[in-house]
Every structure is written in C-alpha cells, then in structure tokens.
C-alpha cells in the first residue's frame, strides 16, 4: 500500500511548507520572520507595540503627531488628491492620526490598507468606519505586489504608498533594494513613498526592545512553532525552546532566535520529516536592521528613489523618508 510519507508529494509543499523544509535542514537552522503574522501572531505583535521597551511605535506617532501638517503638505502636492496605500497595515493606529489630519484638511483621499492578516484587517476596517464615516476605504488581504498592480488598473489618482513601522529592517540589505526596486515598477512618477526606518542609537535601548521584561517579544517568536504545529502537522513543544535576541554595533542589526534547551526531534507531518535539535543549538527567526542616515540614503538611491524629506522625532530614534521616483 502507500505510507503516510509517500502520500504527501513534495511537489505540492505549500509556500511556508517548504520555507520550513528549507530553513530547518539548513546549516545552522532559521525560520522567516514573515511567518510571524497569523492572526496570533499579528496581536501578539499588536502587544509588543505597548510595551514600554518596545519605542519604534512611540517614535512613530510622535512624528505623525507632530507633524501632520508637514507631512501633509509634502504628499498633497498642490491639489490634496491622493490614494493612500499601507503596505502591512496592522491596527492602522499610527495611520489613524495622519488620516484624521488630512480629513481635517479637506484631502480627498482613499485609504487602501493591505495586510496578510485577515483578523487585522476586519478590525481595522471596523475602527475607521466607525471614526472616519466619509473616508474611502478599500482593505486588501493578501500579496502587496499582486494588489499593487490591481490598485494601479482600478484608479489613476496620484498614489502615496505607506511602509511604516520599520517593517523594512526585516529584510537584509539586497532585499530591501529588490523589495524597494519592484515598488519602484509599479509607481507612476509623480507617486510616492514613505518609508519609517529605526535608526541607530544606545544598543541598550534597542536591545531591551527585543527582549522585553514581559516575555511577550518570546511569545510572539514561539508562536511561530505553534503555527507550524497547527498548519504543518508539527510536534514542536514551544516550552523546549528559549528566545534571545543580540544587537550586532557594527552591523546595526538586532537579531532573534530561538535556542534549543535540549536535545530533541521534531516531525513536521506536512514536510514528511523529522528534524533534531542538538542541546542549545539556535535557530535564527528575525532580522531588525536598524539603520544610519548613510545607509538611508544609499538605499534610496540604489533603488532609484531619492530623498523627498525626512521626517525625525524629538530624541532622533526614528526617520519617516519621504520618496519620490528619480
Ligand atoms: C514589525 C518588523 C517592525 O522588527 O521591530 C518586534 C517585529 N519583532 N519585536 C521589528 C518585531 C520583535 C518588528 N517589525
């Protein structure tokens, strides 16, 4: 007959299947932080953004509180008539402020917010209904660059993409210029892009917000075995694993990962095979870059942008980059 193995063809792996199978036979093992927002994950990461360590969200709004009429002006560009485009939305709490603004403005704006999680969505899209009754939405679950070129055909208004929250620091620096490169393509010129970046500062500052007092940072990496479980088929027990995370000075780059407190096996049924953990062995989760004004700029124009404005905080602990096409 067949067994359980041969009846799951590796041809029909699954995206994350087989970013798993990848990740964990590899020497020494990671995972993708993409992975992290199930519909969990996405609310655990909602916690992490009100933890006292954790000042990216905090910097955040204080620019947009701030600066709302700065920023509002530097989109608007002459005529206040624009798409807005949130790649990776989240709550949307942070955007709420600059929405609220431009509507106080008279901006005629349409808010796409784009997000994997379909949970997040719904309740974004119930809290700016509720607040913001004459505002068009179009929520979006899925793919950015799918979307992207669906919004493209849909409307010919000038559009501002949003990628806020230092979402970028995930990616290594060739990724970031491909990720930057393919928005790029899908911009008409006179759209723009903004982009929050976390910047270097104190290393203490910037690891405590990955190792957070609470332990929720911990939780919210764990969960990513937990998801494995549920959607794969794995056997992960999360309480054999402890999280640490280091920040690299010379590099500018904060890094998470989940240690082994024991020798063990994990089958994963959806991958058809079993992997071991040697006794503090460490598999890498996450990437937060974090970045000089330098680093900022060679980006920029290494994916054909250039720097349209930035926008700081009091303390200099964050950028919002204003891009535009060059
Ligand atoms: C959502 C990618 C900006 O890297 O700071 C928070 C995710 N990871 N705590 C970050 C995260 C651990 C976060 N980003």
Redesign the pocket.
Known sequence: MHDRMASIPTTELSQFASDVLTGLSAKPKYLSSKYFYDDEGSRL?QE?MKLPE?Y?TGCEMEIFTSQASDIHDALANGDGRFDLIELGAGDGTKTAVLIDHFLARKADITYSPIDISQEALDALTATFTARFPDLRMDARQGDYFKILRSLREMSSRRKVLLFL???I??FDREQAVSFFRSLREAMSNDDLLLIGF?LQKDPHVIAA??DDGEGV?AK?NLNLLTRINRELGGDFDADKFLHYANYRPNEGSAR?FLISREDQAVTIDAVGKSFDFKQWEPVFM?I?QKYSMEMIGSLARDSGFEIKQNFFDSRKYYCDSLWRVA
């Open positions: 990461f992490i954790y990216l929250g230092s979402n620091g995930n976390d917000a990955y940072t919210f998470s996450e937060s």
